[in-house]
């Protein structure tokens, strides 16, 4: 079983940590794939392929970002390059997809942090982020795990780390090949909440 960490931010954006720390922080704790998803920019991700190349290191880092749409944040994955923010989920799905990439709904439900909510778009996205491993209650995780049942789609998991140490929380699995283990719905989760300190030490700075 491999394991995967798809939810990052780094200096990109609004996150603390460098990437080539994140990187050695996720080879530390075991993990074979990392997704840099930096708020509306691939640059994070594309620095840590650079990195893990260079460096010859152990662990697979893919290109990713999480887009800021205007129904809400998008996570995709695997696009040759940059989408634009503010278009449509729908609109921001159909232009991943022409850069040969897959789009995941990041932390659904959760309004206060720009999580799409309305039912109808769903279907439209690749998977959905059935577990964030930065939440109180854990009710939106819920409901978004329900949902991807619900519609047949794949549930992955992310950290939603905006520091390194918050990396390898939201652990997603599979088998093979993560590209298709997510077309396919063959995607499991290792859920591990982010300790509330931990959370809101860096809660004032970033933006979700
Ligand atoms: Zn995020
Ligand atoms: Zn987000």
């Known amino acids: 079983m491999l394991k995967a960490e798809l939810h990052v931010h780094s200096t990109y954006s609004d996150g603390r ?16 794939v990392i997704a840099i998803t930096d708020h509306d920019t691939i640059q994070g991700s594309l620095s840590a392929i650079d990195y893990v190349r260079d460096e010859h290191l ?27 923010s503010g278009m449509s989920l729908i609109e921001t799905v159909d232009a991943v997809k022409k850069k040969g990439g897959i789009s995941i709904i990041s932390h659904p439900f959760q309004i206060e942090r720009r999580g799409v909510f309305k039912p109808s778009l769903f279907s439209y996205a690749d998977g959905i982020e059935v ?12 409901l978004a795990e329900r949902m991807a049942k619900r519609l047949g789609k794949a549930g992955i998991a992310g950290s939603d780390a905006h520091s390194a140490n918050e990396v390898g929380y939201g652990i997603t699995t599979f088998h093979g090949d993560l590209r298709r283990a997510i077309e396919e719905g063959k995607t499991g989760i290792m859920p591990k909440k982010i300790p509330l300190k931990t959370q809101f030490s860096y809660f004032f700075k970033r933006r979700f």
Request: glycine share 6%.
């Open 58 to 84: 152990e662990i697979e880092a893919i290109p990713a970002l999480e887009i800021s749409t205007s129904n809400g944040h998008l996570l995709a994955f695997f696009l040759e390059d940059e989408v634009e």
């Open 131 to 142: 577990f964030n491993a930065k939440y109180i209650f854990g009710i939106s995780n819920l």
């Open 17 to 32: 940590d460098r990437v080539e720390r994140i990187v050695d922080v996720a080879l530390e704790r075991g993990l074979n």
